[in-house]
Structures are given as C-alpha cells and as structure tokens.
C-alpha cells in the first residue's frame, strides 16, 4: 500500500463558511466552522499534523482572493512527497459556461460572492482542477474533503433540513456583475496551471493518480448539515461529522475506502437524497502517513478544580456515560504493558471537548493519553414533529400523538428543526403548487396523511386519512425508519476483528460471477451497478486466526431490512480463515433484485436515469448472534431464552426500545468480539 515517507511534513488548509453577507438570510451556515474545528483537532491530536502547519480560512477571511492566495501559497510550501489535506466546508453551486459540455461549471462560493444584483465571485471547478494538477506534481499524498453541493430541486419540502447550496448564477460570464470569466492563463491574480484541450475542467484527476476526493454528495444532489443533539444543538455538515466519528477510529492499516463505506450509509441513512462520493486513491492508507503509531488516544488534562477535559467532542463519537483509561505521556502501545493513571467516566459531551469526572487515580498536571475503555449508547429513539395541519383530524391526531408517546422507538419533537420527520395531513388537490406543503405528494384525491423525512423527500407512500387503520399504519411506518436508522448507524466497534473481513459483491457475466466495480487486480474503480430483475450474490472471507460466525443484512430501498443470510432459524458453520463463504450462487438461493412497490415515493423522478443507491451489511462475530431484533418484521421485546452475546444485547437495546439503552461495549473486546463490513451497489430500473 502506498504511503508517505516517515519523514514527509504535514499541511493542512480548512475553509469553512457559516457567513455570506451577499446571499440571502436563508442561504447562512451554521455548521462550517465547526467542521472545520473538528478536522482541525482530529488532524492535531490524531494524525500528528503540526498545529501550525493546520491554516483556518474561515468566514470573512475565506473571500475569492483569500481562498486563490491560501492555494497558491500551500502550494508554494509544500515538498516532495509531503501529506496535504485540503477542506473546504460552505456553499456549493453553478453558474453558466458555454465552453462547459452541460453549459454550466460547479462552484464553490466564497464569503464574498452573490447572486443579482451581488457580483458572482464564484471559483469554478476549472480553476481548482488547474491547482490540482500543479499541487500533484509535488506530492501524490493529497486528501480532498469537500462538504457542500452544486444543486438542490424544487420538490424538497421545507421542513428539510438545512442545505449547502446555492441557486445557479446563468448570467453570461463576464457580463456585467455576473458570473466571473474564466481564467484560461494565469494571470495576477489566478492560479496558474493547465486544464484540459477542450477546455473543460472538475475537481477529478486521473483515477491512478495519488490523491483523494471525499465529497458530501452527487453534483445534483444537496450536502445537509445535521444538528449535533448530544453536543448541545452543535450543527456540523452531515459527510463531516459521520467522517470525522470514522477518523477518529481509524488504525494503523485503515483505507480512505474503509472509513467510507461505513460514514456514507449513515449519512444516506439520515438523509435519504444525500449520497456522498469517493474518488481517487481509494485505498490508500488514512492521510498516506506510514508511521502513525497504532494506538489511538485523546489528550487528556486535569483543571484545578479536579475535573477532567478530554480534546475531543461530539464529531468524534465521543458519548457521555462512557469510562476511559488514562495512561502516561507518550504511551506508545497497550500492548507495552503500561499501567492507566487514572479511570474516567465522561459526563458532558460538547462539539470538540468533554467533560469527565475521576473515578480512580489522578491525571495530572502533565495530563496523559486517554483510551476509551467502555462505550454507553445513549437514546436512540426517532424524533417525530406532528405538523400543524393535522388538527383538521383531532381524533386522528390524538390517536397519532398517543401511538408516538407509547412506543419504545419514537418520541415527540415540538420544537424546530430537530425532528427525524415531520407528519402531514394534505387536503385533496388537483396538483402541488408554490408553497404548498409535501410538493413531491403531487394531486390528491382526498385528505391524505404524508411523512416527509429530513432531506425534505416524502419518507414512506401518502395514505388517504379515510383509509381503515391509517394511524396504525403511520405508526408501524415511522418505527420501521427507526429501526432501519439505529441499525444503518452500527458501526465497526475498533476491535481486534477490524479490517480482517472481506465482502465482495458479485455479478453475473455470462456462466460466471465476477466481483463489480473492480478492473483485473481487484482495485475498485466505481459503485457497482446493477438492474430490477439482474441476480446479485456475495462472496465473504476472513483472515482471522479463529472461525467466525457471518450475517448478511440487505437495508432496502423502502426502508426493509432483511436477513439474506443465512437463512431464518438456519445454523451456520462458523467458516475457518481464508475460506470463502459464497451466498446466493447456488439454485435455490438466488437473490434476485427489484424497486420496492410503488417506489420512489416522490420527488426527483430524473433519480430513475442513475438509480438507487442500496446497502448491505455483514457483521461477523465470533459468537452466534440474534439478529431478530433488527429485522423490520419480528416482533420486538421478547425476553431473551439464553446467555446473549455483547452484540446481541446492543442489538436488542438499540433497535426494540427495551433494556438500559446504554449498552456497554468493552474496548479492547473480550468474548463476544464483532465487526461491520458495508457496501453499497446502484439499482436501475
């Protein structure tokens, strides 16, 4: 695996934007600059990134000129073969070329670009894939993050959450106070560098060249930003903050690949029309820093009142109610047989620091590295907003109201901007016109009851309110999203099993299965796509020393969740290292794809031309596992007959609403330990 020389410098340049004094009061940010925070301290406190090698662009300070000057002079700073990250979190558009192939390039927008009668002082995909090319001729270990967008559509609802987008600029480049020109040459003020004959130009290299692009979302999608409730109402781009929670887990072999796969089902998870991208050098190593050192650790300090601080926040997965171990000043290994100063247990959890209380031992005033020991889940229920239409129903709603109250999974939001979804109750319509509420519902026949999710898409089919058991069914919807949302949300616990399980995905090729999305030497190249009515299968392998126990779990397209192996109250061989498990290859065990009934629900119909994005998850554990309490159709809170597994019980607290809801997960794992491999495919019609 290729990686950066022991002694390559770090750089590191972090945009982020909350502010736009040009745009509109609706177009401002409010997760940006804690993105950028939190990249900042997992860079430091993580990856060994010099604090001032780390620049922060922020707000008014990240203006057309300041971003083109901060490019050029990282550009300028950078050696050979050093380790460069760039970050740019803030507004994403477009604005009209007629040169471009589509006639329209991608954007980011500075603090200081508007739209009419405000200039557009946009930087266009061209101009940064001109510093790209330049950038790279220096060092091939470049990460790209880059959480905004380049387009929305008017079919989202506005109870969705906050988007970082803005309108396309179409007036004339040039013209005026319109788009700015294109710069072909460099100039004074411009990048210097090449782009292509035809002159187009985006933000992707060559696929062999050494760099990395994590973006939030597809160019016709929107990045949202989730608001962070267990870090105090903290709001951080949604790609940022399930990444960062990822980076802050990463080990010594960890791939930009593995950190991917399990951050960008989360994010699709909460935000259904949000996909994020991976391009480039997908599996290299994190930062291509071939020396980070294998333990991971958060600084940890002791005030003079005998609390405790630790250097990282909600963005990082921390969790209050969790207990951390503190060892000495330049702890290298657990393995070394050092001996922890001080036990804690955290009990406030802010964006970027937490607070603990001592619970044995003292830190210090020299502080120590602190490892987390046991990790507490805390409430995992969904939040649900009752819009305020549905008073037109009143018994209705009070039996919804009531539904909600009483069940283990959901719970009633009545502020703003914090719930999981929002219920409707539409009157019958010819057809949605501006401003009308759930425009993706389109012409109603009668009264129907319509859920629309946080990305501002109908979440589940719009059901007429006369229609027999609708508020049963509501509710029987709204505790399927739950559950689909706790269980896509599981994720690797950092034990001895990470990065020793593989999952392919295979399809057919004449008389033969082949692995998707991968060229001849098995480097993937794309999402694997397939269509309605193709045959999907999926080959599993280890290379742990001991014999594992597999299962493999589809996250449908409807928000189904189901157990494609092995099969319902089947037994399994646990399968010995290196032997491959293949399933769905077989007769009799076809797997056999296809769009949900009714599927899509609403909104973008041009999705049907790139498809579906779905999701498979595999954990593997070392002991037999009871995953009935995540598929959607068991029935929930049966008391276990025997001793459960540690994944088990997290499984049957998180998902049923019963138990402590603060399952403990001991790290380093004893008995009992378990890993998640994901992967997601394209489903076309």
């Known amino acids: 695996m290729p990686t950066a020389p022991v002694k390559a410098t770090r750089w590191a340049l972090l945009i982020g934007i909350d502010r736009y004094p040009n745009l509109p009061a609706q177009a401002q940010l409010a997760g940006c600059v804690n993105d950028v925070e939190a990249m900042a301290e997992l860079l ?3 990856f060994s990134f010099p604090a001032g090698n780390v620049e922060r662009l922020l707000n008014g300070a990240a203006t057309r000129a300041g971003i083109r000057a901060a490019l050029d002079s990282l550009t300028e700073r950078v050696g050979v073969d050093d380790v460069v990250v760039v970050q740019y979190s803030g507004h994403g558009s477009r604005m009209a070329d007629p040169k471009a192939p589509d006639g329209m390039d991608e954007t980011i927008v500075p603090s200081d670009s508007g739209r009419e009668p405000h200039e557009n002082r946009d930087i266009c995909d061209t101009e940064i894939h001109r510093w790209l090319l330049r950038l790279t001729e220096r060092t091939g270990h470049l990460t790209l993050i880059f959480d905004s967008c380049h387009s929305g559509h008017i079919l989202r609802d506005p109870f969705g959450a906050k988007g970082r987008w803005v309108e396309p600029d179409l007036r004339p480049a040039g013209g005026g106070g319109g788009a700015p020109r294109r710069e072909r040459d460099a100039g004074p003020d411009g990048l210097a560098g090449e782009i292509g004959p035809d002159g187009t130009g985006s933000y992707r290299l060559p696929l062999g060249s050494k760099y990395v692009l994590l ?32 980076l802050a887990k990463a080990g010594a072999v960890t791939t930009f690949r593995d950190v991917f796969e ?5 994010v699709t998870s909460r935000y259904p029309s949000q996909h994020p991208q991976l391009e480039g050098a997908r599996d290299l190593q994190v930062f291509g820093i071939s020396e980070l050192e294998p333990m991971r650790f958060v600084p940890a300090r002791q005030d003079a009142a005998g609390g405790v601080k630790l250097a990282a926040g909600a963005a990082c997965g921390m969790s209050a109610g969790s207990t951390w171990l503190v060892y000495p000043p330049g702890t290298k290994s657990l393995a070394s047989g050092a001996r922890p100063l001080a036990r804690l247990e955290v009990t406030r959890v802010r964006a970027l620091e937490s607070d603990a209380k001592l619970l044995e031992g003292e830190v210090g005033t020299a502080g120590g590295r602190a490892v987390e020991h046991t990790h507490r889940y805390g409430e995992t229920r969904f939040d649900v907003e009752i819009d ?17 109250a009483a069940s283990p999974l959901l719970s009633l939001q009545h502020g703003e901007g914090t719930a999981a979804a929002r219920v409707y109750l539409l009157p019958a319509r010819r057809g949605a016109v501006a401003g009308d509420a759930v425009p993706a519902a389109g012409a109603l026949a009668a009264d129907s009851w319509a859920v629309v999710g946080v990305d501002g898409e109908l979440s589940m089919p719009v059901h007429a309110a006369a229609e027999p058991g ?95 192996y092995p099969a319902m109250g089947g037994q399994q061989k646990a399968a010995s290292r290196d032997a491959a498990t293949l399933v769905g290859t077989e007769e009799g065990e076809e797997i056999t794809l296809a769009l949900p009934p009714g599927f899509p629900y609403g909104g973008d119909r041009a999705a049907r031309q790139t498809g579906w994005v779905e999701t498979v998850k595999l954990f593997a554990t070392t002991e037999e596992a009871d995953f009935g309490a995540l598929l959607q159709r068991t029935v929930r809170g049966a008391a276990p007959q025997q001793a459960e597994s540690p994944l088990s019980r997290l499984l049957r607290t998180s998902l049923t609403g019963h138990g402590t809801r603060e399952m403990e997960v001991s790290r380093p794992a004893a008995a009992g330990d378990w890993t998640v491999v994901q992967r997601s495919f394209r489903l076309l019609p």
């Open 470 to 564: 609708v508020v049963g069914l509501l509710l029987e919807n709204l505790e399927k999203r739950a559950r689909y949302r706790a269980a896509m949300e599981l994720a690797d616990p950092g034990g001895p099993l990470s990065g020793r399980v593989q999952l392919a995905v295979l399809g057919r090729e004449g008389e033969r299965w082949v692995e998707r999305g991968v060229d001849g030497q098995g480097v993937t190249l794309a999402e694997p796509v397939f269509r309605a009515g193709e045959r999907i299968a999926f080959k599993i392998a280890h290379c742990n020393p001991s014999p594992l126990y597999f299962y493999l779990l589809d996250f449908g397209l409807s928000g189904a969740i189901s157990l494609v």
């Open 215 to 246: 973006a939030g979302c597809r160019s016709t999608e929107t990045s949202f930003e989730v608001l962070a409730r267990e870090a105090g109402e903290v709001q951080h781009g949604a790609l940022t903050y399930f990444l960062c929670q990822e």
């Open 44 to 46: 430091i406190n993580r």
């Open 388 to 404: 305020a239409s549905a008073k037109r129903l009143p018994e209705a709603a009070a039996a919804l109201r009531a539904g909600i």
């Open 262 to 266: 399990v951050a960008a089902p989360q």
